[in-house]
């Protein structure tokens, strides 16, 4: 086993690689190469290590990059990943990455192969916005993990311009107060009850899907988040652990809920029932589309959480609406409504606690 520094000419350029050379445990030989010395040093150190441990996989000279992408698309559904998330994968092997670098031979992918492709999600006509692009580098990165080859792609990353995210407004993104009023009192029998509970709870569309009236506690007025239902209503845990939760009701909702129990249809497995209701959810209109989706009332619910009393709100603090929202940090509260918190520089306030402070 060795490390190798290798010299080639082209066009008269000099071209330095380095090479990690070695025999597996069936005494296969296997030569890798790299850019940098460092590199190769690191792969060959793992394989060494691998091959001593019984876990080195010998890579197959004719499998390509579209065949890694078929292991792991396979031993994805094997791992019983939700139906949405394997969809979601597939699009982007089919669209993305078998396109774009899905000939390349595995046993010739180099560091250089997955730069040219990362820069082919982001550059040229058929660029991807960068969210986009950095979700399918992460599923790619993810494919090489199943054939022991990460290292290729550790440090190939897309940053996102921070400075250009758009922030949630309100008319725009989050409903206002008088909007949602109207939205509830227009709607009937289980669209109004499926409006009152996605803005009074802050509920994400899969966990009203999967709601059960044995989750809904009316005579303690709390609500109870323990499982969630995909967009095929397969039923499935919370996403996190943080997403097993319990949410306070108030008694407009819960009066409205009692109501919705004794019209609502009995089914299986004891669901609410408000996955019906949930297609015409955005019920305000504008330009004849709806002006808002069922998410923008999860936003109006964290919004309304966190204004001040005197706006309508009720004032709570980033890590009670962390906890209301099942977020699994409060970091995710944060960078998505942190700017609708109060800033600190409101004159009437600073004016009061003075004056009580040396009054």
Known sequence: MSVRKKVTHSNGEEIVWWLADYHDGAGKRHQVRFKTKKEAAAHHDQMKVAI?????????????????????IRRVEANARERATVRGYSEHIKLHIVPRIGAVKLAKLSKGHVEGFRDSLIQGDKALSRPMARKVLRSFKSML????????????????????????????DIPEPGEVARMVKAAKGKLRVLLMTAASTGLRASELRGLRWSDVDLKASELHVRQRADRWNKIGPPKSAAGRRTIPLGPELVLAL????????????????????????GAVKKD?????????????FASWCINPQDRGGRELSAKVVQTLLGHSSIMMTLDVYGHLFRDGSDRAELAASEKALFG
């Open 52 to 72: 001593r441990a019984g876990t080195h996989v010998a890579l197959d000279n004719d499998l390509t990059i579209a065949g890694v992408a078929d292991k792991w």
């Open 145 to 172: 993990k199943v054939v022991r080859c990460s290292h290729l792609a550790d440090d190939v990353k897309i940053e996102l311009d921070k400075r250009s995210k758009r922030k949630l407004e309100v008319g725009r």
């Open 258 to 281: 009692k109501e919705w129990r004794l019209a609502c249809p009995k089914g299986e497995p004891d669901l609410v029932s408000l996955a019906p209701a949930m297609k015409k959810a």
């Open 288 to 300: 004849g589309a709806a002006k808002y989706g069922l998410h923008s009332l999860r936003h109006f």
